[in-house]
């Protein structure tokens, strides 16, 4: 049974830290991706993914109401630093973009006169004025789905194992993708075990 819009709030500020507009957009774009799909029950459901692209409050917001985890498989990231998740159900091979359009922050002072309107006004705001929906296809292959890996690789360069499909193909050696490219760390001192 999906719990009620203070309960969820309450526990994603637990879970977050704090309560913030961010929080509540993440918690009502749960609710209403849920909704769509019509999952009652979302925690443990094993048909459930979920697409968040931020990392910022939303993200943990949307992780509380569904239940999903990055470490389970069942929560992705993408990163393209928007207000945005899309909801998908594998097995009825349904999927929902929900997005904050730009508009709502404008559309908040109608709803609370505060100097800053956001927590107030998007407790109450409509789904229809607070969200845009977009009916999507997500193309994933098997390897992405939770569960146990399908399929590991060594790297022949670092020595280290690559997951399901990670790794690339450079000068017909199987590598990382930080060995084939510039990772995001820098290596100042190695040490083996």
Sequence with gaps: ??????????????FHGHLCAGQILGVR???????WLEID???GN????????TDRCAADAIQTVTGCKLGKRSLKHIDY???AATFVD??????????VPARVRQLAKKYSKKENPYIEAYKVMPDEELFSFEEVIVHFQQEDLPGKPLRRIICEN????????REVIVNSRKQ???CSSIPYYKVISTRNN
């Design 46 to 53: 094993k048909s459930l993914i979920v697409y968040v692209e």
């Design 81 to 83: 630093g928007k207000m």
């Design 176 to 178: 990382c993708k930080a």
């Design 90 to 99: 594998i097995h009825k091979n349904k999927a929902i973009r929900i997005s």
């Design 158 to 165: 670092c020595g280290e194992e690559v997951n399901d499909g």
């Design 41 to 43: 029950e979302p925690i």
């Design 1 to 14: 049974m999906v719990k009620e819009l203070n309960q969820l709030l309450e526990e994603a500020a637990d």
């Design 29 to 35: 774009m749960g609710m209403a991706g849920l909704r």
